[in-house]
């Protein structure tokens, strides 16, 4: 990977952009986490930093595709992300016990023989980490696998008795089914 990190005392009063399209920032990652998520589409961040008080802003955008697995069937479910980021981010031993910690990102700055260095990667994996979706589908109407046979009920269907979708009324007919089957 090349190296992201920005010397934040050389920045200009107004700012200034950066550009990461280096596919490592998230790629490795991905492999060190073991994640299930592939990149479909080139990720690129645009990132302006700014000296902001104590801080300096750190804003952005991050765009392209991802895919992980669906949660109902394990097909592919790809996510297009076209997000806008804004944090703040402080020198390690900024105290921030006195504001309320939101949106501060703690960690992104490090200080290498007293200069305080931003690393770039760290803030456009973190931005694409918190854009996944917790639940991703295929499609909002996921009907997912069949919970007897493992059907792909979007592809086929099967000869299964029809689920009534609370899985306490499957424990429970279990019950019932073992209690005939001894007596
Ligand atoms: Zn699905
Ligand atoms: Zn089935």
Do not use: Y
């Not at 550009?19 to 080139?42: G, H, L, T, Y």
């Amino acid at each position: 990977m090349q190296n992201h990190h920005v010397s934040l005392n050389d920045l200009p009063r107004e700012g200034k952009d950066f550009v990461v399209d280096d596919p490592a920032v998230w790629e490795d990652p991905i492999r060190e986490f073991r994640m299930e998520c592939r990149i479909s589409s080139p990720l690129a961040a645009r990132v302006h930093i700014l000296p902001a008080g104590e801080g300096w802003l750190v804003r952005g955008t991050l765009a392209g595709e991802v895919v992980l697995p669906c949660s109902r069937c394990a097909e592919d479910a790809a996510v297009n992300l076209d997000i806008h980021f804004e944090d703040m981010a402080f020198l390690p031993e900024h105290d921030a016990g006195e504001s309320d910690g939101a949106g501060e990102a703690q960690g992104w700055v490090t200080l290498v023989r007293g200069v305080p260095m931003l690393d770039l990667a760290a803030v456009c994996w973190e931005e694409l980490a918190l854009a996944l979706p917790p639940i991703p589908l295929c499609a909002p109407r996921c009907k997912g696998l069949c919970s007897r046979c493992g059907t792909n009920l979007n592809e086929n269907t099967c000869a299964c008795p029809a689920e009534t979708g609370d899985p306490r009324m499957a424990a429970l007919r279990g019950v019932v089914l073992r209690k005939t089957g001894h007596s």
